[in-house]
């Protein structure tokens, strides 16, 4: 059995890594020239399920740098109005549990942690065209005029995919009336001092007037500018760091990463043709009144990382006819960030497709029944994390109506204030928004 990913993206590569290990040939074939090319650099956070499913799918080594490299652990979950002051702040207990634990984590640290053992993998520089299904084997065409066969392909190139739109054409995208503007600036003496020490060890929401909305991350990792380890660090950890030949091609740095939303009729119509420089002034022209503190942390914004997003969602579909070809991740169920867990769920798609994958090379199930079965699980799972998030996040919410914006706003933060000076509610309303609801256990389970 020989399985075609397309794309390298989260979903693909740790299905590669399961595969690999389960000794299943696979081939990865990455649209990006280069390991390093993208950004890739802004955070992603890895809840409990996308633990297990790496710990399932990657070798144990490379599981312990996985959790070494990830930025520390925020303190404080904060809400914030936009002049900075608090409306609620969380303090976030330590959980040192290397698996059971939330994890922020560098999207590019991700992507070079997932890329490791991968070099016989991994085929850069292959922009996928299409593909052709011929009796049981099937065969993709790439834009340098190669092509590779195989007897099933995955589709995880993410939400654009292109093997989507051939294989599924019915499955579609909708925009969900929200334009975001992401940027980060790197941490030095004076952009600490911008924010409060409950912002700089915590992540933070801002409400604002008008539908505005805001996220602050503060990432720091345990190597310093220069890519040398920070003191103190040591042990296993320093170690693996060390060993890790990732590191070299890691651009990731100490930084804030701060994301700006709307409705689309706050932003001009070309917001989405907009570049760095641009985008920045764009930022600081629509928030007039912010704190200063705040508008100067988007002043000192590196405009090379600075980029728009029109935030889509997929449109549920109902089951369809398996083939060999099937998908993985933001290539079938793209969501909204609006709940964090699209890297998440496509972690657990790429378990769930190892373990169908493994019955296969066992002899306990033919290759059609096997993809059928995980198409079965991660289509109920999937789409109901795509409705979910799209409830987060979407222009039909109350904040964004001129004056129930007004009422709601103001309701919510007179809500969040009484919550914080109730320490006995405030703990509740902690414990419920750190109690995880995830996959089962045993879903995240592999045997290879």
């Known amino acids: 059995m020989k399985v075609l990913v397309i794309g390298g993206g989260t979903g693909g590569l740790a299905l590669a890594h399961g595969l690999v290990r389960a000794g299943i040939e696979v081939a990865v074939f990455e649209r990006d020239a280069l390991r390093t090319d993208g950004l890739h650099g802004y955070r992603v956070g890895i809840d409990p399920d996308g633990s297990r499913a790496l710990h399932a799918l990657l070798p144990a080594e490379l599981y312990d740098t996985f959790v070494a490299t990830r930025a520390r652990d925020p303190k404080y979950f904060n809400m914030l109005t936009e002049d900075l002051k608090e409306v609620l702040s969380m303090e976030l207990p330590p959980d040192p549990d290397p698996i059971e634990s939330e994890k922020s984590i560098s999207r590019m640290t991700m992507r070079q942690v997932l890329l490791t053992g991968l070099d016989d993998v991994v085929q850069y520089g292959k922009e996928f065209t299409r593909f052709e299904q011929r009796g049981d084997q099937v065969t993709a065409y790439f834009a340098d005029g190669t092509t590779a066969t195989g007897d099933l392909l995955v589709a995880a190139d993410g939400s654009g995919s292109r093997v989507r739109r051939q294989y599924l054409p019915h499955a579609q995208m909708e925009e969900t009336g929200i334009i975001s503007i992401a940027g980060k600036l790197p941490i030095t003496a004076e952009s600490r001092k911008l924010v409060s020490p409950k912002v700089f060890e915590g992540i933070s929401m801002v409400s604002a007037p008008h539908g505005f909305g805001c996220i602050l991350h503060v990432m ?33 740095r100490d930084y804030m990463n701060w994301g700006l939303w709307a409705s689309k009729e706050k932003f001009p119509a070309d917001v989405m043709e907009l570049g760095g420089r641009e985008l920045v002034d764009l930022a600081l022209k629509i928030t007039p009144g912010w704190s200063p503190q705040l508008r100067k942390l988007l002043e000192l914004t590196d405009v090379s990382t600075c980029f728009p997003v029109n935030i889509r969602t997929s449109v549920p579909i109902g089951p369809w006819q398996t083939t060999n070809v099937t998908l993985i991740g933001d290539a079938i169920h793209t969501m909204t960030p609006g709940r964090g867990v699209g890297a998440n769920t496509a972690l657990r798609d790429a378990v769930n497709l190892c373990r169908q994958l493994v019955e296969v090379r066992d002899g306990r199930s033919e290759l059609i029944s096997a993809v059928y079965e995980y198409e079965a699980k991660m289509i109920e799972y999937g789409f109901d994390a795509v409705v979910k998030s799209r409830a987060q996040m979407t222009s039909d919410d109350p904040m964004h109506k001129p004056v129930i914006g007004r009422l709601a706003l103001a309701g919510m933060r007179t809500a969040m204030r009484t919550v ?15 109690a995880f609801r995830g996959a089962d256990r045993e879903e995240l389970e592999l045997k290879l």
């Open 220 to 252: 720091e990792f345990q190597w310093d500018r220069d890519g040398n380890m920070k003191s103190g660090i040591g042990g296993n950890t320093e170690e693996l760091i060390r060993r890790w030949p990732g590191l070299q091609f890691d651009n990731t």
């Open 420 to 434: 914080n000076h109730l320490p006995p509610v405030k703990r509740r309303m902690r414990e419920s928004m750190l």
